[in-house]
């Protein structure tokens, strides 16, 4: 039943062998209305919705049956079906939808935007699991605006509560997702509206944000639990208006602690409500959220929304590594990056605050500018440095992975008490519902670094999926020193098992050579020493009162100058130290010349994607040109001009008379 009720592959190969039954074609042509057939497909279309029927009183076993079915079907038909590209016009989407997707230039749907947008607009709950990058956010925003335009055109909208919640992990793929739904609705004639609440705001800014109410509510599931609890969402009211629930990055969501909130919400779910849960990777936290909120889910399985090499690792990303020491990755960074041996722009990943603030005023002294992405930040200020990174106003950003796996790793290796205040420090010093791995889309990032190696292999999965996005190429590089062999052994463990035996899935980095780094290592060795903790500790102190400030601005400006992403500077200079001049450039003659043909390809490379430096505002000066800025009371003279110009032509006269006097 799951074959024939769930995937067109299958209806199209069953309308093949019609096509292709001599026996049954003559009968057709012998036919002059060809009613029976028509009655005989309506018969399969009846015994299929009393199957399913059936299937749905049967609860949890008819799901994984239907995964089960979609795990192992559409063989060639499949693979056919997979190749043809199809457009949004063919998914029967709202017209007003039609038009905002031509006016962005989106015209074909990804893998799993062909496979989920048509369940979701039958009113299946879909499970889907697709790689990071593959067009997960439009696979379910389209579909819920297109029901939602057609509630409001035929005046069946219920205004009692939001009509649709679209829960999160994080802060910032919360306001992610909800500029991906104002940017739809933009071109919309029908007055949908869409906001976006978060545990950082005031009950009264909730309560002024909910008012209306509006139609779709981006929030974490933490944030709507207590507007339940403190009355500002009364749970009746959800009842009576929620006909549609996304469960974005489902996989995260347990993983944040949001078990608790996720099941203070159920009571309230009126049983009508369509549930969809979007994941990039299976585990036990997307069964049990299954069975807490979904009923008899359609599963959409790796083998229908794309290749198992390009869910794991997209093809169109090179993977390389590098052995060094621990303490030589400075050393190694600093090559890769003054030798211009990697595309811009790059993402650096490292597991610790202090290490981020360390390497960022190693690279200064270098004069690399670069700035820091990490849970310490105002939340102003961590979307303000993402949307600074993608509109490329700096090159180079350090993200520190979350690190609350480790503490409460630890946590657990204690008693209950003592994991329970670990947690309530985490929670003080740490955004709770901060996540810069998964979900965050970094825009045109050409290659992800990792300085320390993730705890595990779906860490590196998800960081290097940070690159390669919409089918563009990317690059990824390890440091892996002699401590992280065997997390790098289990990581390329996994990828051979998917690869299919492919033993060279991440391969040596062959552009940078041992001279280009030995030439490097006294001027590194000697800037690394004076970095130190002291240093780091100022330089975090000075980072979050800056980004304080910003923030503050941040929230009055940016409302209403969105476009002013250069107002403020993410990546200006830590240190009060003076950087020597002699730092900022390599002398020619410790330049390997292997490394400067590398740098030079690159650079070529470069040249031909089309990859230029920001457009950066004009100073104003003499003529427009790029002259420096002046101060107007200190070249202001109570001179006229016609004056100036005369006295500076008798100056001017006077010394040439003194010249000739001097030379005679």
């Given at each position: ?120 607009l039958e009113g299946k709950d879909v499970v889907a699991k697709a790689k990071t990058g593959s067009g997960k956010t439009f ?485 427009g040109g790029s002259g420096k800025t002046s101060d107007p009371l200190k070249t202001f003279s109570a001179e006229g001009k ?23």
């Amino acid at each position: 039943m799951a074959k024939q009720r769930s995937s067109r592959k299958h209806r199209k190969a069953a309308e093949q062998e019609v096509e292709n039954d001599d026996e049954v074609t003559v009968a057709a042509e012998k036919e002059e209305d060809g009613e029976p057939a028509a009655a005989s497909h309506d018969d399969e279309e009846a015994d299929g919705a009393v199957e399913e029927d059936v299937e749905r009183e049967e609860g949890a076993g008819g799901g994984e049956e239907e995964a089960t079915d979609a795990a192992t079907g559409g063989g060639e038909e499949g693979k056919e079906e997979e190749e043809r590209e199809v457009r949004f016009d063919e998914l029967g989407l709202d017209e007003q939808l039609k038009r905002a997707l031509r006016k962005k230039g989106l015209d074909k749907a990804t893998p799993i935007q062909r496979e989920a947008i048509p369940l979701i607009l039958e009113g299946k709950d879909v499970v889907a699991k697709a790689k990071t990058g593959s067009g997960k956010t439009f696979a379910y925003l389209l579909p819920m605006l297109h029901e939602l335009l057609k509630l409001s055109s035929e005046g069946r909208i219920r205004k009692s509560a939001p009509n649709a919640f679209i829960l999160v992990p994080t802060r910032e793929l919360c306001q992610q997702v909800h500029n991906e739904a104002a940017s739809l609705l933009e071109f919309c004639t029908s007055k949908l509206r869409v906001v976006q609440v978060n545990a950082s705001m005031s009950d009264k800014d909730i309560k002024v944000a909910l008012s209306g109410p509006p139609n779709i509510l981006v929030t974490t599931p933490a944030c709507v639990a207590a507007c339940i609890s403190k009355g500002i969402i009364r749970g009746s009211s959800i009842k009576e208006s929620l006909s549609m629930m996304i469960l974005d990055e489902a996989d995260l969501l347990l993983s944040y602690r949001c078990e608790d909130d996720l099941k203070a919400l159920v009571p309230h779910i009126p049983r009508s409500c369509q549930s969809i849960l979007m994941s990039a990777t299976s585990s036990a936290d997307i069964e049990k959220l299954t069975k807490l909120l979904l009923h008899n889910p359609f599963i959409l399985t790796l083998t229908e929304v794309g290749h198992a090499k390009e869910d794991v690792v997209p093809k169109n990303v090179q993977q390389f590594w590098i052995p060094c020491d621990a303490k030589d990755k400075m050393l190694y960074i600093l090559a890769l990056l003054k030798l211009e041996l990697i595309q811009k722009k790059v993402l650096i990943f490292v597991n610790s605050i202090d290490s981020a603030f360390k390497l960022r005023l190693f690279l200064e002294k270098f004069g690399i500018r670069s700035s820091v992405l990490n849970a310490e930040l105002p939340q102003n200020s961590r979307l303000h440095i993402i949307q600074a990174f993608n509109a490329r106003l700096f090159d180079y950003l350090i993200a520190t992975d979350d690190n609350k796996s480790k503490v409460e790793m630890q946590a657990n290796k204690g008693n209950k008490k003592d994991s329970k205040v670990s947690r309530k420090q985490l929670q003080q010093t740490l955004d709770a519902e901060f996540g810069v791995v998964r979900g965050i889309d970094f825009k045109n990032v050409f290659t992800v670094v990792n300085y320390d190696m993730p705890p595990d292999p779906a860490g590196y999965v998800h960081r290097v999926g940070r690159t390669g996005r919409a089918n563009k190429t990317g690059a990824s590089i390890s440091l892996v020193s002699p401590e992280e062999n065997d997390i790098f052994e289990d990581i390329e463990n996994m990828l051979k098992d998917v690869e299919k035996g492919d033993t060279r899935c991440i391969s040596p980095f062959p552009l940078l050579t041992k001279n280009a780094v030995e030439s490097l290592r006294y001027r590194a060795q000697d800037v690394a020493r004076s970095v130190t903790t002291r240093d780091i500790k100022e330089a975090r102190r000075q980072d979050i009162k800056n980004e304080i400030l910003n923030s503050e601005k941040l929230k009055a400006h940016f409302e209403e100058n969105p476009r002013d992403l250069d107002l403020l500077k993410h990546d200006k200079l830590l240190s009060n130290k003076e950087i020597p001049a002699h730092l900022r450039d390599v002398p020619e003659y410790l330049i390997d010349p292997t490394t400067k043909e590398a740098s030079n390809a690159v650079k070529l490379s470069r040249a031909a994607m089309g990859i230029d430096k920001p457009r950066r505002r004009k100073r104003m000066g003499f003529k427009g040109g790029s002259g420096k800025t002046s101060d107007p009371l200190k070249t202001f003279s109570a001179e006229g001009k016609s004056r100036r110009r005369g006295r500076n032509e008798r100056d001017g006269e006077q010394d040439r008379r003194k010249r000739k006097k001097v030379e005679g």
